[in-house]
Nanobody, 123 residues
Framework: QVQLIESGGGLVQAGGSLRLSCEAS????????LAWFRQGLGSDREFVAG????????SYGYSVKGRFTISREHSKNAVHLDMNNLKPEDTAVYYC????????????????WGQGTQVTVSS
């Protein structure tokens, strides 16, 4: 079992920045993929960014490439999502998730999920 707790959401103006953090506990993270997904109002949940805990390999959704950066912090068992040049269409609930099979982009393989944190970008 992995417990995931997100933090860092909030309200920001377009063009601004936010950092989301996800702290994990419960078992070793070695071999896991950690990712951020988001779900806007009336939209499907989509893959935002992910990182393999062991190797640090990253993957990004098309709409956030070049603006968002995912990183991991071993000392805190945490994953961070630095979001820059935010746009109103980035408004969503952001979820942290963990996949026992490593870094993948499909949500169906992620077994553990956080409660989500709201990000609202005003125009």
């Amino acid at each position: 079992q992995v417990q995931l707790i997100e933090s860092g959401g909030g309200l920001v103006q377009a063009g601004g920045s936010l950092r989301l953090s996800c702290e994990a506990s419960g078992r070793t993270l070695d071999g896991l993929g950690l990712a951020w997904f988001r779900q806007g109002l009336g939209s499907d949940r989509e893959f935002v960014a992910g990182i393999s805990w062991r190797y640090g390999v990253t993957s990004y959704g098309y709409s956030v490439k070049g603006r968002f950066t995912i990183s991991r912090e071993h000392s805190k068992n945490a994953v961070h999502l630095d979001m820059n040049n935010l746009k109103p269409e980035d408004t969503a609930v952001y979820y942290c998730a963990a996949d026992p099979g490593g870094l993948r982009t499909g949500q169906s393989t992620y077994e553990w999920w956080g409660q989500g944190t709201q990000v609202t970008v005003s125009s």
